[in-house]
């Protein structure tokens, strides 16, 4: 492990700033944009082993073979149908010649042999989750991934049990419980491995769950460690290591003292989406959800360490910065996002930042090294904030959209899904964009509206989503970090919910709601190819190089998730409240597609 | 509850626990198989004794799909066709059509009897001495009446929360927040009526209920109807069971004080 681990480190000091060698001779093209900074990416050995494609997650492949002239006699290569029919969200991993694709509920857990033709099932393993996850927990059955490591692949499962399936033989070799569905505790997130630790997060913040990231051995799955999101600085692994940028976050034992009473105790801060690896730094990046279950106004406070990013000691978890972008969440703006680890050219100097593009709307870029903001532009349409306060490290609110229950306010935009949800952007090292898949949502905050639920009656504002302006409901934007300006975008009519990815031949890939999976030119946004899938794609596409050296693209269909309940779930589109008023500005979803999941595997002739 | 989880699980694929009956259709009723006094799988709920009623009415029998009344439980269960009827919904829900309300409730303050507190309004100075328990949900912006009522007064560090959902492997997960006020956990709670009535007389310690005054906080309301439920255009189901609840008044009252259910008076039927 130490051996592969100086390996990995040496790779990462030397792609810094390299163009790739391979390259040179297929593309004569100067790097289009001056701002180009340098991924923190390992050596690309043509597999694919973790969501974020390394541990910087950039999303980015070295891989050029197919190039943007070649892309367009790209072809479906393997079609396999998982069975199942909610969201497919997670991404394809590639291993030694296989492939492995974990399900929405009941997560099951595909081996495909990519050395055969047509790639056949190896083997299947089935963690058989409880039924009841569905009903009983809370709204969502989807998976975001797994993740490869030390001849394992580790996944969650809805029921809250993280587990070791041997790669080879599909045995599992052990399983956690981390959590009890019968409280409301799901898992979700794609687990994370940084050195001999995978790291795993909750879900559930709206039934008063409390968060946490648990660090699992990797050997036999034993709990090492576990930060909490809100309570005593014990609780949250703030020590004296702690020294986060701003004033705002600096105090003693702030995950109860920004609270009233003892809310804390049920003060959500979840941890579904993303983390990030720095070696050289030895720290991880992750984000925590929204609070909750109270509103607002039952929260008066900072709300820490709720819908904000920690950096902390890979080995030991201790705090070592905080960023709090959503002091005292309004918007259900949960901070779950990735971070992407780039070195960029600031101010006349190198810096090793990490980029947000964050539910709020704002594309923060952040010194990983000391948690502060170096920058953060909009890059959607944004009325919820009059901006971000830099010298501070906070938004500047606007009264006038705060919600209050009884009054309706309109137009909050971004809506609750946020500027981009937790679908994945990825970098390109070669022109210097990151390649956000976002929303173009607003929402307006309407009247008293009565409801029950476990046999008891209550009362919320009713919320309703619809496009923002423009009328288009999702875009592909090319946002440069350096220069702090979208170079180029793509409006489509649904929200962009799934991941992209982008190569070495400047070609980047991603899908839509209504089922194109696109072919893009990274430089200019010129659509190369596109492919009708069978149901619309909230996955994660990925690319590799096959067991025949060849490059391929693959990408699992199926619509759901949040933004595609309307057809997975069968939601009806008269309730436009339904989703949490996502369902009003999904009515015409269910015309564009239908729902069923399949993985698809395209290469060239 | 392990066989009710079971249950549970088979409630995915079909209804379980089907008891049919040969000359009329049975009652097909979606039901929480685990929410007392609501209902539960054993059938010992008021409003598994409210449909017992309405079938025998229709010469008939009940057949349960039992579901968690979580979020969802509309669309997966009478909206998906697994049954006809749900017996307890607010009046005027959304997504489906009610009947005339057949009993309006309030939520309630309940405290130990020997603290001698009576609280009967949000206003009570007492309020912001004392530890409050509510009910909390969760939902994006919306949150039980009295949780509103009480932060709309500022009244927010001495609150105490307990989750609706509660812990679904527990009897009756909703029910915690009453026997925190037996226990001394809180001093006062407010909770939903029904559930207070019920799980307060169960409690060794001798507890106060007292009805929220008024019935309408502001805009907020405490109280609320509660009807039947059939799918929208289900009219003549509808009128079925709206001349059901008629005739069946008084035996429904009697169900409902059985179960110290606090009601407050019912609007005038017809409206």
């Known amino acids: 492990m130490r051996a592969i681990l100086v390996v990995i480190l040496a790779a990462f000091i030397a792609s810094c700033g390299r163009i790739d060698a391979a390259n040179r001779n297929r593309e004569a093209t100067p790097p289009p944009s001056p701002s180009r900074g340098s991924a923190a990416t390992a050596a690309d050995t043509g597999d694919w082993i973790r969501p974020g494609k390394d541990e910087a997650s950039t999303r980015f492949s070295d891989l050029n073979q197919i190039t943007r002239d070649s892309v367009r006699q790209l072809g479906a290569k393997v079609i396999f149908s998982t069975g199942y029919l909610r969201g497919h969200e997670a991404p394809p991993l590639v291993v030694n010649g296989t492939m492995y694709i974990v399900t929405p509920f009941p997560n099951v857990l595909y081996a495909l042999d990519l050395t055969k033709p047509g790639a056949p099932v190896k083997w299947k393993f089935d963690p058989k989750p409880l039924a009841a996850a569905q009903g009983v927990a809370c709204c969502d059955v989807v998976n975001r991934g797994a993740v490869y490591a030390d001849g394992a692949v580790f996944f969650n499962t809805l029921d809250n049990r993280t587990v070791a399936v041997d790669a080879a033989t599909g045995k599992p070799r052990w399983i956690t419980k981390l959590g009890d569905i019968n409280r409301g505790q799901t898992m979700t997130m794609a687990p994370f491995v940084a050195k001999d630790k995978v790291l795993v997060g909750n879900s559930g913040g709206e039934m008063g769950v409390r968060g946490w990231l648990t660090a699992l051995r990797i050997s036999d799955g034993e709990i090492a460690w576990r930060a909490y999101s809100t309570g005593p600085d014990t609780d949250v692994l703030i020590g004296p290591r702690f020294k986060p940028f701003y004033a705002h976050s600096k105090g003693v034992d702030l995950g109860i003292h920004t609270w009233p009473g003892e809310a804390w105790k049920q003060g959500g801060g979840t941890t579904w989406g993303w983390i990030s690896y720095d070696p050289a730094l030895n720290l991880i990046y992750y984000g925590t959800g929204n609070p909750g279950p109270w509103n607002h106004e039952q929260r008066p406070g900072d709300n820490k360490w709720t819908s904000g990013l920690f950096a902390r000691d890979a080995d030991t978890g201790e705090a070592v910065w905080f960023y709090h972008t959503g002091p005292h969440d309004l918007f259900d703006y949960d901070d779950i996002n990735e971070s992407v680890l780039v070195d960029l050219p600031i101010g006349g100097t190198t810096r090793k930042v990490l980029l947000r593009p964050n539910r709020d709307g704002y594309l923060y870029v952040i010194d990983r090294t000391t948690g502060e903001a170096l920058s953060a532009d909009p890059f959607v349409h944004v009325t919820s904030t009059k901006g971000i306060d830099l010298q501070k490290g906070r938004p500047i609110e606007d009264e006038s959209k705060k919600p209050v229950l009884g009054k309706v306010i309109h137009e909050i935009c971004p809506a609750a899904p946020g500027g981009k949800d937790w679908q994945p952007s990825a970098y390109s090292p070669r022109t210097g964009y990151l390649y956000i898949p976002a929303n173009n949502l607003c929402m307006d905050f309407e009247a008293l509206e009565a409801n029950y639920i476990a046999g008891t009656p209550f009362v919320g504002a009713n919320v309703r989503m619809y496009a923002g302006p423009g009328g288009y409901r999702g875009e592909l934007i090319a946002w440069d970090p350096v220069a702090r300006r979208k170079a180029w975008s793509i409006k489509e009519p649904f929200p962009v919910w799934s991941g992209v990815v982008v190569t070495g031949a400047d070609v980047a890939f991603y899908g839509t709601m209504d089922g194109w999976f696109k072919a893009i030119d990274a430089k200019t946004g010129e659509l190369l190819w596109r492919f009708k899938t069978g149901s619309g794609i909230v996955g994660q596409p990925i690319t590799y190089r096959g067991p025949d050296g060849r490059q391929y693209v693959a990408v699992l269909a199926g619509v759901g998730g949040w933004s595609g309940a309307v057809v997975a779930g069968e939601l009806d589109t008269r309730d436009a409240t339904a989703a949490l008023g996502f369902v009003n500005a999904m009515t015409d979803l269910p015309q564009a597609t239908s729902k069923g999941g399949s993985l698809y595997i395209f290469g060239l002739p | ?271």
């Open chain 2, 1 to 271: 509850m392990r066989l009710a989880a079971l249950c549970l699980v088979l409630a995915i694929g079909a209804g379980c626990a089907r008891a049919v009956t040969a000359a009329q259709p049975p009652l097909r009723v979606c039901s929480d198989p685990n929410n007392l006094p609501f209902s539960n799988q054993q059938q010992q709920g008021f409003e598994n004794r409210i449909a017992d009623l309405l079938a025998r009415d229709l010469g008939t029998t009940v057949e349960y799909t039992w579901w968690a009344q979580r979020r969802g439980f509309l669309r997966n269960t009478l909206l998906a066709g697994l049954c006809d009827v749900v017996i307890g919904l607010p009046r005027n829900v959304e997504m489906a059509t009610t009947t005339q309300p057949y009993y309006r409730s309030t939520y309630v303050f309940v405290t130990r009897k020997a603290r001698g507190l009576h609280i009967r309004s949000f206003d009570d100075a007492a309020l912001r001495q004392l530890r409050v328990g509510v009910q909390v949900i969760g939902d994006d912006g919306a949150n039980s009446p009295p949780a509103h009522a009480l932060s709309r007064r500022g009244i927010v560090n001495n609150l105490i929360g307990y989750s609706v959902y509660g812990d679904y492997a527990a009897d009756s997960p909703p029910s915690r927040i009453v026997a925190a006020v037996a226990s001394g956990e809180v001093d006062v709670a407010a909770v939903w009526g029904p559930l207070a009535g019920y799980f307060a007389a169960e409690q060794r310690e001798p507890l106060d209920i007292v009805p929220v005054s008024p019935q309408i906080d502001g805009r907020l309301p405490q109280a609320f109807d509660l009807s039947m439920a059939v799918r929208r255009n289900d009219t003549a189901r509808l009128a079925v069971l709206n001349q059901f609840l008629q005739r069946h008044r008084a035996d429904i009252n009697r169900i409902l004080d059985i179960y110290h259910v606090p009601r407050a008076s019912l609007p005038e039927v017809g409206t």
